[in-house]
Every structure is written in structure tokens, then in C-alpha cells.
């Protein structure tokens, strides 16, 4: 599914009408979407409508007019001057029949229903101060529920950030398609359960506006996912190289060799130095071990160009030794994953970095960091009060670097060189555990070996990642991630109507 930035959303609303589409409409399905949720949630009780003097504001006056014509006792308190109501929020609010009370949080107090909020969406620009705050501040203390109308007042639809205080609702009913904001943390936090309102919006608005941000699904992926074929071999399949830490640190890349051959990859061997070999060979059984040390054995390993993808960071190091095997992965021809400690070695030499992979043209290479990682290798994007937010924060990390980056989190993103993004929100809170990144990062080479493009392998293995770990549940430890993804592609692989073909039934 698209995300549309709030500019974006503002285009859509444009075209709609070049459409045909009168913005009246628009706002009366919008208020109508918002008074059916709230009935479902009212028992009995009554209705206060928070609205502020914009577009936000005239979709609560249709909200309040609708549940008061079908019964319910409802308020409406405004924020700000009746004679600041313009266009359609202002025809709105001539066809609402009760009293328009000036909202303080006095009166607000203790309501015993249901708060709309209908005071900011699309339109915040600036952090919110005052009277405005002031009533934020008291739908939250209120203890009553609160839909929200677009978005909750105070959060950037375009990046999710709280810009000065924000509504913390327990439903958040918007239009036509999710903006970033209802994905991105905080926002999708303060947002509560989401419905999306066909509004009346036609979808062929957005073949103009191109939208690159994405919800992370299977349909942004599933074109290029490598479902195994009838016809197929292992060699096929590809074959995924993780390059393993000394003696006692070798379990990283167990996990993540485990990983990739759990995402598909025909072969998966952990490349060694000696001084580790026998504890991996004793420890691993379908993944093969070979002895690797230092750059000049790697690069010569990786001359192989069988072995078409690989991982490099996880329990590796920081420092000199691992810069120098990171040069030579990216000097080969392989799909590079470069994670952890491959990251940090390049925290104060960023550019050596960005500029061989520059130079690889067109071979996939993917950095995986979280939040600390990235604030290592990309502080100069950190310390730019103009880029703000998660989403474009990995936009400008992609660009500056050339390489698709996949920034961890609750809501990990993945941006393109290009521009394309994709946002997860599937992941839960117990994927949060030593080892988990490892994982992903061998999942990751897994699908990269298998020939699938780079934005899409990152993005499909955030998700499998995510759905692995909710399938398994509470409790999960990053072993246990590789063995829960068989489950997640069976269901994948049915709902692709791609079935492992079993044996052929002869009638
Ligand atoms: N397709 C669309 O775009 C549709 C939009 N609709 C509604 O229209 C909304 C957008 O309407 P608007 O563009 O009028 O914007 P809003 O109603 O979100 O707010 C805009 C008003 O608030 C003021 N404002 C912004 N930040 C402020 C702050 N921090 N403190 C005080 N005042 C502040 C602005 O100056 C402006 O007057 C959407 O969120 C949605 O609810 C719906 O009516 C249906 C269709
Ligand atoms: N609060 C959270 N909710 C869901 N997923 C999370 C959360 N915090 C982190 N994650 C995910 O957990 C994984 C942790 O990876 P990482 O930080 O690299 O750990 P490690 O280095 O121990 O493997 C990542 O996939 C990240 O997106
Ligand atoms: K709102």
C-alpha cells in the first residue's frame, strides 16, 4: 500500500477534484466514516467533537451534525475563531444545529463519552502551543476514549513526530491511503487501531503522484520473490557466504548463516578464520565451514563467483582487519550485506566506505544499522536539523551512500538509492533480543543469493523477520527466528498461489 506524505495527500485531494470530485463530498464521506466508528464505540454515552478551525475541524462538524441526527447527545467545542472557518469547514459548520462552544480545558473536564478529535491533521505545520496544546493536554487527561479524525492532533502525518504534544487515541480514522506518520514511531503509537475511508478519492490520482514511501507488504515484493521451481537445483538457488568472527565469537554468524539458508539460499557457508574452525565445523551440519583469514583470503575466496552473496559485520571486530575484508567484499562480485561491526569500522571514515561502494555499479549492497550504528556512520544526515524524521533520515543515508540502508527499529525502514521506501510495522516487541539482527542480515544474503533485487530482498526480509517472530511469539530468542520461517512461507507461498509442488497426484 502507498503511504502518501501530507503534501502528497494534499495533491491527491487536487486531482480528485480536476476529477470531478467536489471537496464538500469528500469531507461529508470523511465525517461519515468518523460518525460510523464512533457509534460502534458509544454505548449510550455522549459525544464531545474537539474541532479546529481548518479542513481537520470541518470533517468534525459533519461527524457531530451525522451522530446527531441519528440520536446522540453531542458537544462541539471549537479551538480558535468561528470566522477563521472557510470553504467547506465553514459550510460544515452552518449545517451543524447546535450550540459551537469556545473550548477550554474546563469545559472539556471530565467528559464521561467519546472524544472526536478533530482539531489538527494533515495541516499542523508548526509545534503546538497554547490554547490548542492546552486542549491536547486535556483529551489526554480526560480518561475518555478518543477517535481521532486523520490523524492525532500534534503528529506529522509526513514524518510521525510529535511536534510539541500529541493526542494519544484509542481509534485514528483517515482517508484514502496511511500517511508515514501512521507507521513511523511515535506516531503509530498515538494513532491506536486505524481504519482507512474510501472517501471517494479515485486511486488513479496516484499514477500522478508517484508516491515512494510503502507500507511493507508482500504485494511491494512478491513480484520478485524466488519461490523455488519444479526445474530447480541448489546451485540455482545461490550461495550465501558469512564471513564469521574469531573463537568466541562465531555464534553471530551461525545465526546468520542459519538464516540465510532458512530464507532459501541453496548453500550457505561460514567462511572462518582458523583459529574458530573446528568449534564452527563441530557446530554446524547443513551450513559448510571453510577457512578464511584476513582481506587477501577473502578476496581470493570471493574470486569464486559462485558464492554470490555474503555477510560481513556480525561478531567480526572493529577496526583495521575488518575495513580492509569490507573493501575486499565490495571489490568482489557478490551481493554485500554489511552489518554491526562493519559498520562501526567505518564510523570515522564514512566516506572510504560510500566511495568503494560507489564504484561497484550496480552490484547490490545493503547496510543494515540501527539506531546507534547509524548515528556512528552517518552524522553528518544526524546532525541536519532539516532532515528530520526516521523515513527521510534513511532516504539521505541511501543517497550519500549509494547503498540500499535498512534502518532497524520497531519500524524499520528501508530506502533505496532512488528514493523508494518501505516501512514495516509487523515486527514485535520481543524481536528485540541478542541475535535478531544477525538473523535478519543472513536472511537478507539468503534472498540476495537467490537473484532478487536489492530494495526488495531488504524489504521481504524485514517482513518474513517480523512475521517469523510473531508466529513464534513471546519468549523468542534470535534461535529460534531461522526455524519459525518455514510456517511464514508456507502461508506466503499459499497466498502467492505458489505452493511447494508436492508429489504429483495421478487420478
Ligand atoms: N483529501 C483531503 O485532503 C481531504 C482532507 N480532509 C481533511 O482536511 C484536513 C486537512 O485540512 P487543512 O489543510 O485545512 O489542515 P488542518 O485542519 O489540519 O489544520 C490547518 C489549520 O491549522 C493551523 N495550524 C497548523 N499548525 C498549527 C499549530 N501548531 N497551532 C495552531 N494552528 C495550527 C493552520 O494554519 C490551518 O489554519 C485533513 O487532515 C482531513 O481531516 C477531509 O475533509 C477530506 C478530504
Ligand atoms: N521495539 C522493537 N519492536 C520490534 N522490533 C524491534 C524493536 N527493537 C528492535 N527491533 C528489531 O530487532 C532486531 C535487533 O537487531 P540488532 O539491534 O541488530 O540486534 P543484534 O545486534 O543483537 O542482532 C532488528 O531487526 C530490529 O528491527
Ligand atoms: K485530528
Not at 546451485?235 to 573463537?247: E, F, Q, T
Not at 553528518?380 to 539521505?396: F, M, T
Request: hydrophobic share 50%.
Amino acid at each position: 500500500m502507498e503511504l502518501l506524505t501530507t503534501v502528497e495527500m494534499g495533491e491527491a485531494d487536487r486531482l480528485a477534484g480536476a476529477r470531478g470530485a467536489a471537496g464538500a463530498d469528500l469531507m461529508e464521506s470523511a465525517g461519515l466514516a468518523v460518525a460510523d466508528r464512533v457509534v460502534a464505540m458509544l454505548q449510550g454515552r455522549p459525544v464531545t467533537v474537539v474541532a479546529g478551525t481548518g479542513n481537520n475541524g470541518g470533517d468534525g462538524f459533519v461527524a457531530a451534525r451525522l451522530l446527531q441526527s441519528r440520536g446522540h447527545a453531542v458537544r462541539l467545542l471549537l479551538v480558535g475563531d468561528r470566522g477563521k472557518l472557510k470553504g467547506d469547514a465553514a459550510a460544515a459548520a452552518g449545517r451543524w444545529q447546535g450550540p459551537v462552544e469556545a473550548a477550554t480545558p474546563e469545559r472539556l473536564g471530565n467528559t464521561p463519552g467519546v472524544i472526536v478529535d478533530a482539531l489538527f491533521g494533515a495541516g499542523l505545520d508548526r509545534p503546538v502551543e497554547g490554547l490548542p496544546r492546552a486542549m491536547i493536554e486535556a483529551m489526554n487527561a480526560s480518561g475518555a476514549p478518543v477517535v481521532a479524525v486523520d490523524l492525532p492532533s500534534g503528529i506529522n502525518g509526513t514524518t510521525g513526530t510529535v511536534m510539541g504534544a500529541a493526542v494519544e487515541a484509542v481509534h485514528t480514522v483517515t482517508f484514502f491511503r496511511l500517511k508515514p506518520g501512521h507507521v513511523l514511531l511515535p506516531g503509530r503509537l498515538h494513532c491506536g487501531d486505524l481504519t482507512v475511508a474510501d472517501i471517494g478519492i479515485p486511486a488513479d490520482v496516484l499514477a500522478e503522484i508517484k508516491p515512494r514511501a510503502f507500507l511493507n507488504r508482500p504485494a511491494l515484493w512478491s513480484g520478485v520473490f524466488p519461490v523455488p521451481k519444479p526445474e530447480g537445483h541448489k546451485y540455482g538457488r545461490g550461495h550465501a557466504v558469512v564471513v564469521s568472527g574469531g573463537l568466541s565469537f562465531g555464534g553471530a554468524a551461525r545465526l546468520a548463516a542459519r538464516g540465510a539458508l532458512r530464507a532459501g539460499a541453496g548453500l550457505a557457508t561460514l567462511a572462518t578464520p582458523r583459529e574458530a574452525l573446528a568449534v564452527q565445523a563441530a557446530a554446524n551440519l547443513a551450513i559448510m565451514v571453510r577457512p578464511v583469514d584476513g582481506a587477501e583470503e577473502l578476496r581470493g575466496f570471493l574470486s569464486d563467483t559462485r558464492h554470490n552473496a555474503m555477510v560481513l559485520g556480525p561478531g567480526g571486530g572493529v577496526g583495521a582487519p575488518m575495513r580492509a575484508q569490507v573493501l575486499a567484499a565490495l571489490a568482489s562480485e557478490a551481493a554485500v550485506v554489511l552489518d554491526a561491526d562493519a559498520l562501526t569500522s567505518f564510523a570515522d571514515s564514512a566516506d572510504d566506505l560510500f566511495s568503494a561502494i560507489g564504484k561497484r555499479a550496480g552490484r547490490a549492497v545493503i547496510l543494515t544499522p540501527h539506531s546507534g550504528e547509524f548515528d556512528r556512520l552517518f552524522k553528518e544526515i544526524k546532525k541536519n536539523l532539516k532532515v528530520i524524521g526516521k523515513l527521510d533520515q534513511a532516504r539521505a543515508a541511501a543517497r550519500l551512500s549509494g547503498a540500499v540502508v535498512l534502518f532497524k527499529g520497531a519500524d524499520t525502514v528501508v530506502a533505496a538509492p532512488d528514493g523508494r521506501t518501505s516501512i514495516a510495522d509487523n515486527a514485535p516487541p520481543y524481536l528485540a533480543t541478542a541475535g535478531a539482527g544477525d538473523v535478519l542480515a543472513g536472511m537478507i544474503a539468503g534472498l540476495l543469493a537467490q537473484h532478487m533485487p536489492a530494495f526488495e530482498a531488504a524489504s521481504a526480509a524485514v517482513w518474513l523477520h517480523g512475521e517469523a517472530a510473531a508466529a513464534f511469539g513471546p519468549g523468542l530468542i534470535s534461535e529460534d527466528l531461522p526455524d519459525a520461517l518455514p510456517a511464514v512461507y508456507r502461508r506466503l507461498f499459499a497466498a502467492l498461489g505458489a505452493a511447494s509442488p508436492g508429489p504429483r497426484k495421478t487420478l
